[in-house]
């Protein structure tokens, strides 16, 4: 049994970190304002929002599978307090530091009509370092860490998000600038002020 929980958090553990590259990958082509994949932009941007929520669910599935495995040896605070793990703390605490600014990330984007759109931008850009916290854990952390199919599917991810960021950052990024940030102020707007 702790064999097939064993397999089975590592299995999620990099569904989790595949699908966090999809997300950020995603989350910079819905902030381009464009189409992608013949795809209309509303549908760009509930595909990034789906893939983060479930990005999610695969780490609540790998965090609770191996506070079941006997090996990890992890203790609830674990969960939430980086650095203080006894199996390989460093490793494991970037993990814990991945959850911690994953949560960060996706409350405040369920409460964003609340909290106003400069705070939940704010919050957002916290996902550039998540992403190269949990793909420095998942190497660092797993018993797969010296694998060529765990380095392969890592190195893959780092190109798909070093392609993005590198577009992201080409003075023609955002097509139509001005619309674009208009459209997101209204939506973010509470809807008494739009009206
Ligand atoms: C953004 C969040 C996270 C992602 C994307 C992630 C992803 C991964 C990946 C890809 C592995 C390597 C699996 C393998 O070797 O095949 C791994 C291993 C591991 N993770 Fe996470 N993880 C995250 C958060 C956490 C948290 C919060 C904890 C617990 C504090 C944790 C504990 C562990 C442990 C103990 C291992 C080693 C499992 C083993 O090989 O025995 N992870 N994780």
Known sequence: MSDALWYFARGSG???????????????????????????????????????????????????????????QLRLFDLVLPFAGNYRPLWQGLGTLGLDLMIAIVVTSLLRHRIGARAWRAVHWLAYLCWPVALLHGLGAGSDNGTVWLWAISMVCVAVVLAA??????????????????????????LEEVR
Do not use: C, M
């Not at 464009?34 to 209309?40: D, E, K, M, Q, V």
């Open 14 to 72: 990099v569904v989790s970190l595949v699908l966090l590259t999809v997300v950020v990958a995603l989350g910079i082509g819905a902030r381009s304002g464009r189409t992608a994949f013949n795809l209309p932009r509303f549908a760009v941007n509930l595909l990034h929002r789906n893939a983060a929520l479930l990005a999610v669910v695969f780490l609540v599935l790998h965090v609770v599978s191996l506070l079941f495995d006997p090996y990890a």
């Open 165 to 190: 960021v590198i577009w992201r950052l080409t003075p023609h990024f955002t097509r139509f600038p001005q619309r674009a940030e208009r459209k997101v102020a209204e939506r973010l707007r509470p």
